[in-house]
């Protein structure tokens, strides 16, 4: 089972609809949640973190944390175009060395006009 | 403030040859990142420095490849000899602090690496 888990997709959606992302991890002991964009060709740019159970909102991106079911998401409001690309999940897996962050394998979205 | 500088962004090598790729991470950032990315594998961690001390090597696949971070501007990764198998983005970070603290790490450009 690996540590971080997203469907690939590809998740098509309309213009103008929500896009729902989902992301499940297997160490109850992490702590820190984060999403990650990526347009091809291009370096992942962070979108939004999560440290506590429950929702967070940043404009149109709304970050869910449910540690008890182990799983995070991302909802796009009102998805446009631009929005189209892989998203990638990362968690916090503290070890005790140090920090770690790890990827899941990401999530193709496209925004159909 | 400049971003994460990687070099070189595009190389093309044959196999069996040395590979050496160059980081210098943002100003101030503690830690240091570097992971390597595959359509088959997506973005896997190969080892992270902390204040320029190895932390976790343990994604680096084998012996051929090394890392160092001589001071706290500048780090290295090195594939000898490389192998077309090695062919992959790879992308070197930093971070300010530990996770957990309000801090997450930034990425270079990359460094897309092809061995033939």
């Known amino acids: 089972q690996k540590e971080v888990e997203q469907n690939s997709g590809p998740l098509s959606v309309p213009e103008g609809a929500i896009a729902s992302l989902n992301c499940t991890y297997s160490?109850?002991?992490?702590?820190?949640f984060f999403w990650y964009r990526q347009y091809s060709g291009k370096s992942p740019e962070l979108i939004m973190f999560?440290?506590?159970?429950g929702d967070k909102e940043d404009g149109r991106f709304t970050a869910q944390l449910n540690k008890a079911s182990q799983y995070v998401s991302l909802l796009i409001r009102d998805s446009q175009p631009s929005d189209s690309a892989t998203y990638l999940c990362?968690?916090?897996?503290?070890?005790?060395?140090?920090?770690?962050?790890?990827f899941g394998g990401g999530t193709r979205l496209m925004v159909k006009p | 403030d400049a971003g994460v500088i990687q070099s070189p962004r595009h190389e093309v090598t044959e196999m069996g040859q040395e590979v050496t790729l160059r980081c210098k991470p943002i100003?101030?950032?503690?830690?240091l990142f570097w992971y390597r990315q595959t359509m088959m594998r997506g973005l896997e961690l190969l080892i992270y420095?902390?204040?320029?001390?190895?932390?976790?090597d343990s994604g680096m696949p084998e012996d051929r490849f090394s890392a160092k971070m001589p001071n706290a501007s500048f780090s290295t990764l090195k594939i000898q000899p490389s192998e077309p198998r090695d062919s992959a983005v790879y992308f070197c970070?930093?971070?300010?602090?530990?996770f957990g603290s309000g801090n997450t790490i930034y990425f270079g450009e990359g460094s897309w690496l092809t061995v033939v």
């Open positions: 970070a930093s971070s300010l602090g530990p």
């Open positions: 160490d109850r002991g992490s702590q820190s």
């Open positions: 999560i440290y506590s159970n």
């Open positions: 990362a968690v916090n897996n503290r070890n005790n060395a140090g920090n770690m962050l790890t």
């Open positions: 100003s101030g950032h503690d830690y």
């Open positions: 420095f902390n204040n320029n001390v190895p932390i976790d």
